[in-house]
């Protein structure tokens, strides 16, 4: 190596990687046994751990500091002289989290990710992942802790819980210490992950069949003999799976479990890297093919007037090649006829530069054209400007054709004009898509429809109508418009778009039959749209323009608004459709199926929160719990049918007369139970007591027979006599019921004052 390529004593890089890292970032731990040398190894100011951002701590088992790193010494704010041969535990902000440490450590001999908080000298905390393994010391048993500052990290509220975390596991950077022959003697958990191996894998494994290309291991070798220490070389390394992974290499000559010349090895995975700089090379390139194929001159300029970029179209019109032209002055170049002057370049190249400019290029050959050049400037972090970018038209046969330029901008203008209409209208639709998803009622859905309808036709009235759910009639949910000329409500088949499932267009381009339910004149347009979802018609828009003025005919219902009215069609029926299914969706999850109740879980949730409404506004809440007499024999006698058909005509009931505020539930089985705010334990025995008569006359029919006679047995409570939570307000309307049952059934029992 030539002594001028050596810096500070140091070997300059044999491959340097174009976006290196700092040498002090993360570096992983060396977790895995580890033989003496430790100290040796922190004392080695070229090793990466002198300066990582990993701090490494060495302890007696008892937590007698041995030795750390500056990282730690950093961390705490503290020094190895005053802290050799204290405990530990100082260092901890809560000395009760070492102890758990040393427990989880006892069972499973190794500690990973642990996080704990730490504290500052001055007093301040930090917020570290700490790591923990026993290793081997001068024939001593001690324990390496690593710790990770991820107190930034947790102060981020964007990070997930586990950020840091898979942050502080994605930077490995392995460390081996082997002979100059290649026999590992330590190597730590990232060089493992880093390859794809196992703790067994490396005992029988020489560090040169890492390399894909063993004359780079020799080279690094001859390096680190020659000069003792190699940074930033670059090779690849194999994986264990036969993949190549890119890696940047620094090696220290140390004396390592009093063995001297032993390699001290650091190794980072920078395939990311290599990436990026092959992506980037491939973007130059085809950055300077697209500058080549353009069909524009393209020139560009430093700030003192120096080509840089010249493409083929400028070569083709100026008769110049790039090699030519690239790295001389744009006025020591004959390219303009007249010749540019001094002064206009001056101005091209200040801040006041123009924006455009037309001129004409003499070739080589004496053929001139006209071209318009426009001109772009980039400017650096100053604001000051950097380079030129001048790209220039071909304009010579511009007089000749003005004519039809002119008339190609005019239609351009018309097709921008229609297309900034158009762009509008589906903004419109899909501020109404995004609209019509926060609606929760189908009726919600109908009025955001029509007022953005109004907005896309605003010459037009219309209706917006619903089918219910029989399918005979189509009811208007939304009607607008002076004169509406539309039924407000019709039978479906009187649409003929519900009749072809299809839009029904009628105006003088597109003759037909009026649908039945339009009232307007024979000359106005009417445009039927059906909602369908799934091919089946859940409802229609109606939009009509009785306007009979021909200038009023032309500009409504075109190919184009007809397309847009069924986008919004389709819009209103799927979110339409969509809030019914929730709603369905939402009765079934909290309605009993056979009795049409609220069902338990229903309750369970009402009751709490009922109850705290009770204790924050000081107002009694009763609960009423009952179930059917004899339930068992009834079946037994009557069938299982018919038992259903008695719970069925109860839930009706139940649903019937109740008040409206009332939640009446199927608790399971024939247990039913009420939760009445507001009431007290007097109010709930009497409504108790009208229940209880009610269901006794309750004439039942099944199969065309009246079924027996049933009686109910129900037990009350109140809060706050009878309890304060509602597992003890139920538990205490239960104890009601079974007394009432154990003392004759049919009756109504107040539970007891709770104590």
């Excluded at 393994?133 to 990290?153: A, G, R």
């Excluded at 037009?460 to 208007?476: C, T, V």
């Excluded at 709490?608 to 000081?618: G, N």
């Excluded at 009557?638 to 259903?644: C, E, I, L, P």
């Amino acid at each position: 190596m030539n002594p001028k390529d050596m810096k500070n004593d140091q070997p300059l890089n044999h491959k340097i990687c174009e976006n290196q890292g700092d040498e002090t970032e993360s570096s992983p731990f060396l977790g895995e046994r580890v033989e003496d040398g430790f100290q040796a190894i922190f004392d080695k100011a070229s090793f990466p751990f002198g300066s990582s951002s990993v701090g490494l701590i060495v302890t007696e088992s008892d937590g007698t500091i041995i030795s750390f790193n500056k990282t730690v010494q950093d961390l705490f704010g503290i020094c190895i002289d005053e802290y050799r041969n204290t405990n530990v535990s100082d260092l901890y902000a809560d000395p009760r989290d070492r102890k758990h440490l040393m427990e989880m450590l006892s069972a499973s001999k190794t500690i990973r990710d642990f996080e704990v908080r730490i504290k500052h000298k001055n007093g301040t905390f930090r917020d570290v992942l700490a790591n923990i393994d026993y290793v081997d010391l001068n024939d001593k048993h001690v324990l390496l802790t690593s710790i990770y500052d991820i107190t930034q990290y947790k102060q981020r509220a964007q990070e997930t819980d586990s950020g840091y975390q898979t942050l502080f596991k994605s930077v490995p950077v392995g460390i081996t210490v082997t002979d100059f022959q290649g026999r590992i003697f330590v190597s730590n958990n990232a060089i493992k992950e880093l390859l794809g191996y196992n703790v067994n894998d490396l005992d029988d494994m020489s560090i040169r069949e890492f390399y894909y290309a063993p004359a780079d291991r020799k080279q690094l070798i001859d390096l680190t003999r020659k000069f003792g220490s190699v940074r930033d070389f670059e090779t690849k390394f194999r994986h264990k799976n036969g993949t190549l992974v890119t890696v940047l290499i620094n090696t220290d000559t140390i004396e390592f479990n009093d063995q001297k010349d032993m390699l001290l090895t650091s190794i980072r995975d920078i395939s990311n890297l290599t990436q990026v700089k092959d992506d980037l090379i491939r973007e130059r390139d085809f950055s300077n093919a697209i500058l080549n194929i353009a069909a524009t001159l393209i020139v560009v300029l430093d700030h003192k007037g120096v080509i840089t970029r010249f493409n083929r179209s400028a070569e083709r019109i100026s008769g110049y090649t790039t090699d030519q032209v690239i790295g001389t002055y744009l006025w020591e170049n004959n390219f303009f006829d007249p010749v540019i002057t001094r002064e206009q370049i001056d101005k091209l190249l200040s801040d006041a530069h123009p924006k455009a400019y037309e001129t004409v290029v003499a070739s080589s050959s004496g053929e001139r054209h006209f071209v318009s050049w426009t001109f772009a400037a980039m400017r650096n972090k100053e604001g000051h400007i950097e380079y030129i970018i001048s790209t220039g038209i071909d304009v010579t046969e511009r007089h000749q054709a003005e004519d039809e330029l002119q008339k190609a901008n005019q239609k351009l203008a018309a097709w921008v004009e229609d297309l900034q209409a158009r762009t509008e209208e589906m903004n419109q639709i899909n501020e109404l898509g995004e609209q019509l998803q926060s609606c929760q009622t189908a009726a919600e859905a109908c009025a955001i429809s029509a007022r953005y309808i109004k907005r896309i036709c605003p010459d037009s009235q219309g209706a917006l109508y619903m089918i219910n759910s029989s399918r005979d009639l189509a009811e208007a949910i939304e009607i607008w418009g002076e004169s509406a000329a539309t039924q407000k409500v019709f039978t479906p088949m009187n649409c003929w778009a519900i009749r072809r499932g299809r839009q029904h267009l009628v105006d003088e381009q597109h003759p037909g039959l009026l649908c039945g339910h339009t009232t307007g004149p024979e000359c106005g347009q009417y445009l039927c749209v059906p909602l369908s979802v799934n091919g089946e018609a859940i409802g229609i828009l109606h939009l009509n323009n009785t306007e009979c003025r021909q200038e009023y005919k032309r500009a409504s219902y075109t190919e184009h608004k007809v397309q847009v009215v069924t986008m919004i069609a389709e819009h209103i029926a799927l979110a339409v459709s969509n809030l019914t299914l929730k709603e369905t969706l939402r009765q079934q999850s909290i309605r009993d199926a056979l009795t049409g109740l609220f069902n338990r879980r229903y309750m369970e949730e009402t009751l709490e929160r009922e109850l705290k409404r009770a204790q924050r506004e000081d107002t009694p809440i009763a609960l009423i719990m009952f179930d059917i007499d004899h339930f068992k024999a009834f079946n037994d006698q009557s069938g299982h049918d018919a038992g259903d058909a008695l719970l069925r005509e109860l839930g009706v009931y139940l649903q019937k007369d109740t008040r409206g505020g009332d939640i009446v539930c199927r608790y399971g089985g024939e247990e039913f139970l009420a939760v009445l705010p507001g009431a007290n334990a007097e109010d709930a025995r009497q409504r108790a007591e009208q229940i209880r008569r009610d269901v006794s006359e309750l004439l039942v029919y099944h199969l065309g027979k009246a079924l027996p006679k049933c009686t109910i047995s129900l037990g009350v409570s109140a809060y706050p006599e009878h309890g304060q939570a509602s597992e003890t307000l139920l538990k205490a309307a239960d104890s009601a019921l079974y007394r009432a049952k154990n003392e004759g059934r049919n009756m109504v029992m107040v539970a007891n004052t709770a104590c």
